[in-house]
């Protein structure tokens, strides 16, 4: 246990290195968030008051899907680091050493996470200005379970960059699965609004259960049937992917 | 699988009269290794029935074509790849069973390195000593140390993205020793460097052999396993078709070559064919334009033996040249094909 955490902090500050040489991206991580909260929540205003659509300012609605928004296509995309370190080699030396393969997945995971949460930061911070009111210990679990689905969206982003090991690969792939996912999420329009049979299909959506517990917990309900099924069905989906990540690791080949 | 390197007393008292004694234990013995891929055309064999052993203290060299199964077979043995088939172990671990403890006995430099680029070359060095366990100190002690000792002073806190080939391959090196292996990996250490960076690596791979290290290298460039080796095997389509020492490689194939410039006008060749052929150190006997080839067991024990049986008979030499084989021609004559031709078709 010891060793895991000691390779870990010893992967995570070789990360944090390469990751802020390159402050572009983490630009780019920023740039996006500002943008839904300016040019997209000011449309749904209009929409409060129609039926089906929840209880609470339009901002107390879409702040937290939003953030789950990030979960899924921000750190969806965490897998290209993990590309990069494949092609030059990195992986293989390590891979080589007695390191373990789980502090190989933390380490980077550590610094994805940190870049996750400055963004959950920033949307807060913006969404305070605009109108976004939320309970501040339901805004605590929230940040908790936002971390459960960037840990699920990383790893399961890793696991398919260290398959795949292209970039292309990658990107059909994430694409594929990450699309789907969050339209029927209900992070843009609550699911409400949908027919019964989208409604049936988003039920095998674990981040729709996420978004629906994180309205709750910004309106003060944290013990909320719904918050406990997503924190259940969330964690378990980070423990598999995390799982799926590290033994991905253990085979990566170039 | 019983191990040689588990019994070391027992392994050296009983070959204590043999003169391989000398060079140490198995560190690397494989027995019918055997890697097969699954591709959309079928299944390939990569690795078809190894059989390897590389004793400590040596320069071990893997020579064959691209694609021979050379990268294969190291990946196998550092523990990247599992084998498909066959047993190995390395440093006296079974390969299969105990990875870990193989892992660190060994260090491996492979052909693209695996520096991290956006990071500099101590901090890079400083990470690999600390994942093998040295405090942070140590680590700092032995970077350092090896910044002097490979000359990267210049560059070590330099991004490794702004490195050139030569610089590079250095700094590779350097990590792959940082953790005082006994045994070290170069999967193609000198392919595509400049001729200056070559010969400093090979220094280097020299002293590191020196100071007591074995080092197992695989190289499709002939001078490098000639030049380098003490012991070398050839691998061609997945399978070892020579193993042993570059000098008795070449002298159990081809022999050496004696050239005889002779006055061909005269009958001096008649003469040295009839001198020659009943002597047991002669193989064959060709007859050149300028004279005459001879085909010999030891050309440098038998040359000066040829001159004075002639010089006693008193025919005039004009010249006289000893050729050894290469290793090319010890590929070519179990491949039917050449190292070169090989390299330059794949």
Not at chain 1, 228 to 248: C, D, N, P, R, Y
Not at chain 2, 165 to 190: C, N, S, W, Y
Not at chain 2, 208 to 216: A, N, P, R, V
Not at chain 2, 277 to 297: A, D, K, M, N
């Amino acid at each position: 246990m010891a060793k895991l955490l000691r390779d870990s902090w010893l992967m995570f500050k070789s990360q944090l290195n390469v990751s802020r040489r390159n402050p572009v991206w983490v630009f780019i991580g920023m740039f996006q968030p500002v943008c839904y909260m300016l040019l997209f929540a000011p449309l749904l205003k209009n929409l409060v008051g129609v039926p089906g659509f929840p209880r609470g300012g339009a901002y107390n609605i879409f702040t937290p899907g939003l953030m789950v928004m990030m979960a899924i296509f921000g750190v969806g995309f965490a897998g290209f680091g993990i590309i990069g370190r494949l092609r030059s080699g990195f992986i293989e030396r390590m891979r080589v050493t007695p390191v373990s393969r789980l502090a190989m997945i933390l380490g980077t995971l550590g610094v994805d996470m940190c870049l996750f949460l400055i963004q959950i930061v920033l949307l807060v911070a913006v969404g305070l200005l605009l109108g976004f009111r939320p309970d501040p210990g339901g805004l605590a679990l929230l940040a908790l379970l936002l971390i459960l689905a960037g840990v699920s969206m990383a790893c399961f982003s890793y696991a398919l960059a260290l398959i795949f090991k292209d970039e292309s690969g990658l990107a059909a792939s994430v694409n594929l699965f990450v699309l789907p996912l969050m339209l029927l999420s209900g992070i843009m329009l609550p699911l409400t609004l949908a027919p019964d049979i989208l409604q049936n299909v988003a039920k095998a959506n674990p981040f729709a259960y996420a978004v629906d517990a994180s309205r709750t917990l910004v309106a003060g309900n944290p013990g909320d049937a719904s918050v406990v099924k997503a924190f259940v069905i969330i964690g378990v989906l980070a423990l598999v992917t995390t799982f799926w990540a590290t033994s991905s690791m253990r085979k990566a080949a170039m | 699988m019983e191990t040689l390197s588990q019994f070391p007393a027992a392994a050296s008292a009983t070959n204590s009269a043999s003169p391989q004694q000398s060079q140490g234990k198995a560190l690397i013995q494989t027995k019918g290794l055997v890697r097969t891929f699954k591709s959309r055309k079928g299944t390939v064999e990569a690795v078809r029935g190894v059989d390897l052993e590389v004793r400590e203290g040596e320069i071990f060299g893997f020579l064959g074509p691209n694609g021979a199964g050379k990268t294969t077979t190291m990946r196998i043995l550092t523990t990247l790849m599992p084998a498909s088939g066959g047993q190995a172990t390395v440093c006296g671990f079974d390969l299969q069973r105990d990875p870990g403890k193989v892992r660190r006995q060994i260090g491996y430099v492979s052909q693209v390195g695996g520096a991290e680029p956006m990071e500099t070359g101590r901090e890079n060095l400083l990470l690999q000593g600390r994942v093998y366990g040295m405090s942070a100190k140590e680590a700092q002690r032995r970077a350092a140390e090896l910044v002097e000792r490979l000359d990267m002073q210049d560059f070590a806190d330099r991004l490794v993205k702004t490195y050139s080939g030569g610089q590079k391959r250095r700094l590779d090196v350097a990590l792959g020793i940082m953790h005082r292996p006994r045994l070290l990996f170069l999967d193609e250490p000198t392919t595509g460097l400049d001729p200056q960076s070559r010969a400093r690596i090979w220094d280097e791979v020299r002293a590191l052999h020196d100071q007591g290290m074995t080092i197992f290298l695989t190289t499709h460039y002939m001078d490098e396993a000639d030049g380098l080796c003490n012991r070398l095997a050839i691998i061609d389509h997945g399978q070892i078709v020579s193993q042993g020492s570059p000098e008795a490689l070449k002298q159990e194939i081809a022999g050496d070559i004696i050239s005889l410039g002779l006055d061909t006008q005269s009958n001096a060749v008649e003469q040295v064919t009839s001198q020659l052929r009943e002597r047991p150190f002669v193989r064959e006997i060709q007859p050149t334009p300028e004279g005459v080839q001879l085909y010999v067991s030891q050309g440098e024990t038998v040359l000066p033996e040829v001159l004075r049986l002639l010089d006693a008979q008193h025919i005039a030499i004009h010249s006289v040249m000893l050729a050894r084989p290469t290793l090319d021609d010890v590929f070519l004559r179990r491949t039917g094909r050449s190292l070169r031709e090989s390299n330059g078709a794949a």
